[in-house]
């Protein structure tokens, strides 16, 4: 984030008005304490945020990198040296010499992690946390590294499933737009001038053309408003987490959503497990991946293991379950393998998953592009039938 500051320097009795990259108000602060200044005012600097913007820390990336230089022999100290000196973004920078800086104060690496303002998620932390204490850091960051690379995968075939609709509904859309809004209003003149009685459905359309017409510029802003208000209600709902709730109410689509969720807990718990978290511990870390309405569920299961019930049964309480992941994970307590079983349940149910988004891809475009096509044809038709009418009386 970057801040506007007005400080005041002690040694000159000046003030300085500057701009300072920090994670948050009180990173800034400390920076500014650091080189000796008084800050006087801090303001965020504002910019537009879509949700589009490139993230300022790419946390995927940092364990890839991580993991190829601690596996290759370095240092940790060693390793963010070279990620320091190689770094070009300001905030990311910034990040990397705090880094450095906490461990040669002698803190731990999850701590220091831990420091940095929520750049670095719960989960990583936990997980290099929990290599700390076997000293298998390169193994723990491997693990990471291909869980998130296979959630990255699964929101790219979902978001692959979405981008051809997006565009066909864009076009169609333009299409019918510019149809409404400048074919139909000069096909309305034509027609009023020749003073005949028109098919109902083709004086409707050609009443709506004249209204247009008459009204060009307001019906134009009114548009644009009701489409930048529609982009702030659907930004203050992604905000909130409310998309996935929005999605839910498509028939059939509630189902596979769930699926989703439970898929991604299943992968996350595994993981941690196989890092060697305690149940309790790694359940509370599961928390921060699940959406805000499904974390009451996860207090069940910490509730009935403390009672001493087994995983299976407490997250069959709990509804965090599908009959065949209950299955995985009874097999799992029988074996003393629940971390591997409860990775397996998850690739099984992302396998489900992606059949069900080939599926339904193959269907429902076909069905968008026909109701689409329907659409603009009626809009058509409609403005051609009264020449169709004056061809056949002129016959």
């Not at 689409?372 to 051609?384: E, P, Q, T």
Request: glycine share 8%; charged share 20%; net charge positive.
């Amino acid at each position: 984030m970057l801040f506007d500051i007005r400080a005041l320097d002690p040694a000159s009795h000046a003030v300085l008005s500057t701009s300072l990259e920090a994670l948050d108000e009180s990173d800034a602060r400390a920076q500014l304490a650091q080189r000796r200044l008084t800050p006087i005012s801090l303001r965020p600097r504002s910019r537009l945020a879509w949700g589009l913007r490139r993230e300022s820390f790419e946390v995927l990336l940092f364990a890839q990198e991580l993991h190829a230089l601690v596996s290759a022999g370095l240092s940790l100290i060693e390793a963010l040296e070279a990620f320091v000196e190689k770094e070009r973004a300001p905030a990311a920078r910034a990040v990397l010499v705090r880094l450095v800086a906490a461990l040669r104060e002698g803190h731990r690496f999850s701590a220091a992690l831990r420091q940095q303002g929520g750049v670095f998620p719960p989960l990583f932390v936990g997980i290099v946390e929990a290599a700390e204490s076997t000293g298998e850091l390169p193994s723990a960051l491997e693990r990471y590294v291909a869980y998130a690379q296979r959630l990255q995968a699964l929101r790219q075939r979902v978001l692959s499933a979405a981008i051809y609709p997006a565009i066909l509904l864009t076009v169609g859309g333009l299409v019918g737009l510019f149809l409404l809004g400048w074919v139909v209003p000069r096909f309305s003149s034509v027609y009023r001038s020749g003073n005949r009685a028109l098919p109902w459905g083709s004086q409707v359309l050609l009443d709506w053309g004249e209204f247009a017409g008459q009204h060009a510029l307001g019906l134009l802003g009114g548009l644009v408003i009701l489409l930048l208000a529609l982009a702030l209600w659907l930004r203050a709902v992604a905000a909130r987490g409310g998309l996935a709730r929005l999605a839910a109410r498509v028939p059939g689509v509630a189902r596979w959503l769930e699926l989703l969720t439970l898929s991604r807990l299943f992968l996350t718990l595994g993981l941690l497990l196989r890092g060697g978290l305690p149940l309790p511990q790694a359940l509370g870390l599961v928390r921060s991946v699940l959406p805000p309405q499904r974390a009451a569920a996860i207090d069940v299961v910490v509730m009935r293991i403390g009672e001493g019930w087994p995983l299976s049964q407490a997250m069959e309480a709990a509804g965090l379950n599908t009959p065949i992941s209950l299955r995985f994970v009874r097999a799992g307590e029988r074996s003393g393998q629940v971390a591997e079983m409860l990775h397996r349940a998850a690739l099984y149910h992302d396998a489900e998953t992606a059949r069900w988004v080939e599926r339904f891809s193959r269907i429902f475009e076909p069905v968008l592009m026909a109701a689409i096509g329907a659409v603009i044809g009626l809009i058509v038709l409609l403005l051609y039938m009264p020449i169709f009418d004056l061809a056949g009386s002129l016959q």
